[in-house]
């Protein structure tokens, strides 16, 4: 039998023989004997225990797997083998308030059982199954084989030296095109007639990629290359599970295949390499390490690939609304994505540097201000300097020596706020936190874009960033990389004004206009709701006249009612995401600056509902499948998973609901947004237009366009975007407002820095 040890950071009261059916024997130890640790630290461990001694060593929760292992994440290696002894396991602690683990854990104890069983192994490929090729003629004989193999599809994948086609270059690819074999080719010895062959491949079979995106971008860039059909077996993950974070390879090896952590090897590699040449990890790239030592792990991937597609296609063509999803929106939208990073943001050196250096110029104007003042003075005096990032002396200058009275809004740690909502408040009072608020904003500015933009860009002076089809729950697009697009400022034009069109062309932005209540009111077929977008006008406006019954034209809402505008607005998005009275009433009070009480907000709810009443039916009904099922789907198919729905603490039930609706009606306004986007560049390709869809912002689509296809592509941008996909109200397509410009900011840019 077995040796085991089970080791958990600190006493606790989890019977583990229960948890584990009582079908093995085990020692429990502690890292830490005092249970009242919070945090076990490396001074905190008193464990005394001799590894040799056990065969199985079970690590409960993240602080025992960093103690014994290098690794990091328990989710990650739950119910996995680690360094060949230990078997990591999440802590069921999380079952009592996150019931999405339980599947986590009931698979992770099944496989540590029949590991300790001797029932389930590590597997580990013989070498000789992964090749590595150095020369054309083995190239052509492997090309050949996979030519001619019966599988419709091969497993390819790239080993670059960056992570931007412009910034580095393809050091060797891998490709598998059967069970338990696979290649990594050394590029040099791609001629013109491996090439020639190459193409033939992809056009033959199926290329599967693990983030498709990437390689894609790589293997145009650098080769040329078509894919006429590929796969991804990254987004096909994201269908089974929408979660951010769980869709890397190494992750999905672990999970769903026998190979475990198969990179283990080279990272430690890696690890030694860099302690030997006391490289610096920023400076490290895969250029570094000899081709022998490539080859495992890079033909691993594509292996990898290859059995990961063979599960999981077979479990997604089982749901067609996933597959419809995947088909259309992901695929679809990956190759879309892929053309529109390449197209770049057209940035304006000259701008980003004049910006640059007027915003230091400010920064250093209102430091030396701020230092002026008195109380100022005597704190830098006392403390030896000030710094206004630090939110510990910031709170001690407010409030300890400028006297300044808090806002009562607290932190996380309950310590009095000076975020930029409370530095707004207290300026009423005193001018110095309105000039620190300056400062931050300016020095955020400059640091976190105009100084990352500059040294960025590529030759062509634009930029290339990431857009994500997998980085949200909902489905909404996310960004990420050089530069992240949908974090731009809103109330400063300087970054947005530096993206300027080039000579001859010009900045089109489209703007999907309250799209989620358009989508809520055609899902709910509320006539009422619908009716307010036939009749056209300011939607906004349309509903505070409507609900508070307002003696005038809708046109004049604005500007004789506009409390009851903004408060309109307030609860129609509310209502949208499930907020209740007293969310609203804040929100409705931030925003109009009038105290608005939770009664009031109530009373408005009440009159809203009774002026659209399918759509409080709909949203009753919604919240009750999600209640009931634990998940939900969109309308064009996307399932979100909501396993917290049957959490015992029902603020994160409620929660939990409220994120459900949430997601339905902005995945599906998303979704419009990114079809008529694919159809546009589908369309621009087809007929040789010369514009550049080059970033989805929100519920934005930008384009740089030459100004003779301004009119055009405006047009069929609206086509495209208002196409009837299910979801238009007849009479009334969905609304799309359009700005035209040399620059993002559409002019204001301009006057912000008087350059007119």
């Not at 892929?338 to 943001?345: A, M, P, Y």
């Not at 500015?445 to 100084?451: A, E, N, R, S, V």
């Amino acid at each position: 039998m077995a040796k085991v040890a089970v080791i958990e950071s600190k006493p606790s009261r989890n019977d583990y023989v229960k948890l584990f059916n009582n079908e093995f024997e085990f020692d429990r130890l502690a890292l830490c004997s005092d249970p009242t640790v919070k945090k076990v630290l490396k001074r905190d461990v008193d464990l005394e225990i001799e590894i040799d001694n056990y065969d199985w060593i079970i690590l409960i929760g993240s602080e025992a797997l960093k103690h014994f292992t290098k690794e990091n994440s328990v989710t990650e290696y739950s119910g996995r083998v680690v360094n060949d002894k230990y078997l990591p396991v999440i802590n069921p602690a999380m079952l009592t308030f996150k019931p999405e683990a339980k599947k986590t854990w009931e698979e992770s104890c099944e496989n540590i059982k029949k590991y300790i069983a001797g029932e389930l192994k590590q597997a580990k490929l013989d070498k000789d199954k992964m090749y590595g090729i150095t020369e054309s003629s083995d190239l052509y004989v492997f090309l050949d084989n996979a030519l001619n193999h019966d599988n419709d599809f091969i497993a390819l994948d790239s080993e670059t030296t960056g992570l931007y086609p412009r910034d580095g270059y393809m050091l060797g690819i891998s490709l598998s095109y059967e069970d338990d074999h696979g290649a990594y080719i050394d590029c040099d010895c791609i001629d013109e007639k491996a090439e020639k062959l190459l193409q033939q491949l992809f056009d033959k079979k199926r290329v599967v990629f693990h983030n498709a995106k990437f390689d894609l971008q790589w293997f145009q860039y650098h080769f040329n290359f078509k894919f006429p059909r590929f796969e991804d077996t990254m987004l096909m993950h994201y269908m089974f599970d929408e979660n951010p974070g769980t869709h890397g390879l190494k992750t999905l090896a672990l999970k769903h295949t026998d190979y475990g952590d198969y990179e283990a090897e080279l990272d430690n590699w890696i690890t030694d390499f860099r302690k030997r040449t006391g490289i610096l990890k920023a400076s490290f790239d895969y250029s570094m390490i000899p081709f022998d030592v490539m080859v495992h792990y890079a033909a691993m991937d594509a292996i990898v690939t290859f059995l990961l597609f063979q599960k999981f296609e077979k479990a997604i063509v089982k749901n067609e609304k996933l597959t419809w999803v995947y088909k259309n929106i992901l695929i679809e939208g990956c190759r879309f994505l892929s053309q529109v990073e390449d197209n770049g943001v057209p940035f304006d050196s000259f701008r980003l540097e004049k910006a640059q250096k007027i915003m230091q110029e400010d920064i250093d104007n209102a430091v030396e201000k701020l230092q002026s003042y008195p109380e100022v003075k005597a704190f830098i005096k006392a403390k030896g300097g000030f710094n206004p990032n630090s939110t510990v002396q910031l709170r001690s200058l407010l409030f300890d020596y400028i006297g300044l009275t808090p806002t009562g809004k607290k932190t996380g740690t309950g310590a009095d706020s000076t975020d930029a909502e409370s530095l707004q408040k207290l300026a009423e009072d005193h001018e110095i936190p309105a000039l620190i608020l300056e400062v931050r904003q300016k020095v955020k500015i400059k640091t976190t874009y105009l100084d990352k933009i500059i040294p960025n860009l590529d030759m062509d002076g634009r930029l290339r960033t990431n857009f994500n089809l997998h980085g949200t729950t909902s489905g909404r697009l996310s960004s990420s990389g050089k530069l992240n697009m949908q974090q731009l400022p809103r109330d400063n034009p300087t970054v947005k004004g530096c993206i300027k069109a080039k000579e001859g062309n010009v900045i089109v932005a489209m703007d999907l206009t309250t799209a989620e209540v358009y989508c809520a009111a055609k899902l709910a077929d509320d006539k009422n709701l619908m009716k307010v977008f036939k009749d056209g006008g300011n939607f906004h406006s349309t509903i505070a006249k409507q609900v508070f019954r307002l003696p005038c034209e809708v046109e004049d809402v604005a500007e004789h009612y506009s409390i009851e505008r903004q408060q309109a607005k307030a609860v129609t998005f509310g209502i949208m995401y499930g907020a209740g009275p007293a969310k609203i009433s804040e929100q409705v009070t931030k925003d109009s600056g009038k105290y608005f009480s939770p009664a009031e907000a109530k009373g408005v709810i009440d009159d809203y509902f009774e002026a659209f009443p399918k759509l409080k039916a709909w949203l009753s009904n919604t919240q009750k499948f999600i209640q009931a099922n634990g998940f939900i789907y969109s309308h064009f198919g996307r399932k979100r998973r909501l396993p917290n729905v049957f959490s015992s603490d029902k603020g994160i039930a409620s929660h939990e609901v409220r994120s459900g609706v949430n997601a339905l009606v902005q995945s599906v306004a998303s979704d419009v947004n990114l079809l008529g986007a694919i159809d546009m560049q589908k369309y621009i390709i087809k007929t040789g237009m010369k514009a550049k869809i080059f970033a989805l912002v929100h519920d934005s689509i930008l384009a740089e366009v030459p100004k003779d296809e301004v009119e055009l592509y405006s047009k069929k941008l609206l086509e495209f975007v208002q196409a009837d996909r299910g979801l238009s109200i007849p009479g009334a397509p969905i609304g799309c407002d359009f700005d035209i410009g040399g620059d993002y900011s559409m002019g204001k840019f301009e006057k912000f820095y008087d350059l007119a």
